[in-house]
């Protein structure tokens, strides 16, 4: 089984990064979140179906949400009951996401 981090492991980590942040998703479990906005609605879902391979391929899903030309994402580990070290590195993968070029 994966190990959760300590909320102060990850609340470092949320501060060495722009835009990331802890907080306790629907489930009531920790989860870290950002949201982006992009120029427009295609390019929002654009990247919205990048994060989507992403996690398929992990076999690891976000929360996604969309309002227009924002998209926030929301990891966070069902089965360890919080955020791991693959949520740290998929966020990571989201960030490099959002600065790919979108082509709609």
């Known amino acids: 089984m994966v190990e959760r981090l300590d909320n102060q492991t990850v ?3 949320t501060e060495a990064r722009q835009g990331w942040y802890l907080r306790d ?3 009531g479990r920790p989860a870290i979140e950002k949201t982006y906005v992009f120029a427009e609605y295609n390019a929002a ?3 919205m179906m990048r ?3 992403v996690a398929e391929r992990f076999n690891h899903h ?3 949400y969309n309002q ?3 998209v926030t994402i929301i990891w966070s580990s069902h089965a360890a009951g919080g955020v791991t070290n693959l949520d740290i590195d998929l966020a990571e993968r989201t960030d490099r996401l959002a600065l ?5």
Not at 100 to 104: K, L, N, Q, R, T
């Open 11 to 13: 609340e470092i980590w």
């Open 45 to 47: 879902i654009g990247f």
């Open 100 to 104: 790919e070029p979108s082509y709609g």
């Open 51 to 53: 994060v989507a391979l």
């Open 25 to 27: 998703s629907e489930a």
């Open 62 to 64: 976000p929360d996604i």
């Open 68 to 70: 227009y030309k924002r």
